[in-house]
T-cell receptor, first 112, second 113 residues
């Protein structure tokens, strides 16, 4: 049963703490992405990775970091430098960069 | 610079009628367009796509029309059903490149009884 998993569904953290969001895919896709969605807004790209051991900043990378050590995994760390971390975070993957992206179920992060 | 625009943030349609969601783009290099559907607190799901070599693509109740000269695409849902109530995003890209998808800001569709 192929797909993209994100865990956990809901995450709460205290202000000033770093937190890592998990994203795993078993679709054998090369490209992976992290987006953020805020209420009433579209999808904003945080980071993306075309291939293992490579990643690029998206439109709103400040305060975030990623790694891509395995093809299946693309974890996102929300650091204490991110000024407004409370949001709905979506992970996606695609065969290649210009191909259809498939999304995970999302993680809602709330920073208290 | 918003290269993909969905100028209607919301749309309300009666059940059984046609829903028409619109999307405009400015980048003439885009040649592949997609529509995604998103329910609250869930990830978007791919709905339908169209290549620039076509002007229409149909999948069941969903049809996407592309007008390249106007740089405009639309998604038609006929007949609309209550389960279609969601946010719809259009996206665009240039195939064969390392270009990533560019998303619009979404249109919230409400199908009423």
């Amino acid at each position: 049963d192929g797909g993209i998993t994100q865990s956990p569904k809901y995450l709460f953290r205290k202000e000033g703490q770093n937190v890592t969001l998990s994203c795993e895919q078993n679709l054998n896709h090369d490209a992976m992405y992290w987006y953020r969605q805020d209420p009433g807004q579209g999808l904003r790209l945080i980071y993306y990775s075309q291939i293992v051991n490579d990643f690029q900043k998206g439109d709103i990378a400040e305060g975030y970091s990623v790694s891509r050590e395995k093809k299946e995994s693309f974890p996102l760390t929300v650091t204490s430098a991110q000024k407004n971390p409370t949001a709905f975070y979506l992970c996606a993957s695609s065969i290649g960069m210009a191909d259809t992206q498939y999304f995970g179920p999302g993680t809602r992060l709330t920073v208290l | 610079d918003q290269q993909v625009k969905q100028n209607s943030p919301s749309l309300s349609v009666q059940e059984g009628r046609i829903s028409i969601l619109n999307c405009d783009y400015t980048n003439s290099m885009f040649d592949y367009f997609l529509w995604y559907k998103k329910y609250p607190a869930e990830g978007p799901t791919f709905l339908i796509s169209i290549s620039s070599i076509k002007d229409k693509n149909e999948d069941g109740r969903f049809t996407v029309f592309l007008n390249k000269s106007a740089k405009h695409l639309s998604l038609h849902i006929v007949p609309s059903q209550p389960g279609d109530s969601a946010v719809y995003f259009c996206a665009a890209t240039k195939t064969g490149t390392a270009s990533k998808l560019t998303f619009g800001t979404g249109t919230r569709l409400q199908v009423t009884l």
